[in-house]
């Protein structure tokens, strides 16, 4: 057996201001960190608000966190979640649909308390009230303490996609092509199968967040991820807002760092 196996190499901080970038030697490291941050965040406040995402990227976070709470080295039954977007036009039970996906990959392993789940319902008749109703949710909550974010190959968070212009609040939108094909796993693979609209909370929702970490990882992720640190602030890379908050976190692994100052 071999015995000369290298210790990991230690997560490099990158910049010391907000947003402040951390690297970590894998992804896996990366969502270790990130999952010990939360857990140490609930249990000094064991009624916090987190705002959380869907995708790939987060699945090993949601993994670290449930063996966490499998091992009881975290209780999650006092903390309120409010998840950033869902598809239009699709109920809450639709197997493509991100509550889905959370109920599979982390509310069903967590012991959340069910009242305490948030989520954008992209059937309800009224989208329009739909989005108000979540921003008066989050506002009776007291806001979101600690906002957990992926991104978009196109710089999206949530579904704040590129364009001319960005919503501040809580709003249906239109998927980009790009984006429709990035979520075709959730439909079987069929890209028209995707909803072309969803609902999600603006920038301003975003950014109202006390706390932002940004986790993002692999290759296809180093070229948003130099635009969001070094780029200028444009409506064009959303995520590029985030260098207007005061308390950033982006947590990467090397590769999606690869086009990051040294
Ligand atoms: C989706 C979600 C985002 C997520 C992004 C990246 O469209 N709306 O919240 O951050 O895609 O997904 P992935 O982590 O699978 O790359």
């Given at each position: 057996m071999?015995?000369?196996r290298?210790?990991?190499?230690?997560p490099?901080?990158?910049?010391?201001?907000?947003?402040?970038?951390?690297?970590?030697h894998s992804?896996?490291?990366?969502a270790?960190?990130?999952?010990r941050?939360?857990?140490?965040?609930?249990?000094?406040t064991?009624?916090?608000v987190?705002?959380?995402?869907t995708?790939r990227?987060?699945l090993?976070?949601?993994n670290?966190l449930a063996?966490?709470?499998?091992?009881?080295?975290a209780?999650?039954?006092?903390?309120t979640?409010?998840?950033?977007d869902?598809?239009?036009?699709i109920?809450?039970?639709?197997?493509?649909?991100?509550?889905?996906?959370m109920?599979?990959?982390?509310?069903s392993?967590?012991?959340?308390?069910?009242e305490r789940?948030?989520?954008?319902?992209?059937?309800?008749?009224d989208?329009a009230a739909?989005?108000?109703?979540?921003?008066?949710?989050i506002?009776?909550?007291?806001?979101?303490?600690?906002?957990i974010?992926?991104?978009?190959?196109?710089g999206h968070?949530?579904?704040?996609?590129?364009?001319?212009?960005?919503?501040?609040?809580?709003h249906?939108?239109t998927?980009r092509?790009?984006?429709?094909?990035s979520n075709?796993?959730?439909?079987?693979?069929?890209?028209?199968g995707?909803p072309?609209?969803?609902?999600?909370m603006?920038?301003g929702?975003?950014?109202?967040?006390?706390a932002?970490v940004?986790?993002?990882?692999?290759?296809?992720?180093a070229?948003?991820v130099?635009?969001v640190?070094?780029?200028?602030?444009t409506?064009?890379?959303?995520?590029?807002?985030l260098?207007?908050?005061?308390?950033v976190d982006?947590?990467?692994d090397e590769?999606?760092?690869a086009?990051?100052?040294?």
């Amino acid at each position: 057996m071999s015995t000369d196996r290298k210790p990991a190499p230690p997560p490099r901080r990158l910049t010391d201001e907000s947003p402040r970038v951390t690297v970590f030697h894998s992804d896996r490291a990366a969502a270790r960190a990130l999952a010990r941050r939360i857990a140490d965040a609930v249990a000094a406040t064991p009624s916090l608000v987190l705002g959380l995402p869907t995708g790939r990227t987060p699945l090993a976070l949601y993994n670290e966190l449930a063996s966490l709470a499998a091992r009881g080295a975290a209780d999650f039954s006092q903390v309120t979640t409010f998840n950033l977007d869902e598809f239009v036009g699709i109920p809450a039970e639709h197997p493509g649909s991100y509550r889905t996906f959370m109920e599979q990959h982390f509310f069903s392993l967590l012991h959340l308390a069910p009242e305490r789940i948030h989520f954008l319902n992209g059937a309800a008749p009224d989208p329009a009230a739909e989005c108000e109703r979540y921003e008066q949710e989050i506002a009776r909550a007291g806001g979101i303490d600690l906002q957990i974010l992926g991104i978009g190959t196109n710089g999206h968070i949530g579904f704040n996609e590129p364009g001319p212009e960005l919503d501040a609040r809580t709003h249906r939108v239109t998927l980009r092509p790009e984006t429709r094909r990035s979520n075709a796993a959730l439909f079987g693979g069929d890209e028209s199968g995707v909803p072309a609209e969803a609902l999600s909370m603006g920038m301003g929702t975003i950014l109202r967040a006390r706390a932002i970490v940004l986790l993002a990882t692999g290759a296809s992720k180093a070229s948003c991820v130099e635009r969001v640190i070094h780029g200028r602030v444009t409506t064009a890379v959303p995520a590029s807002f985030l260098q207007l908050h005061a308390d950033v976190d982006v947590m990467v692994d090397e590769a999606a760092a690869a086009k990051l100052a040294r």
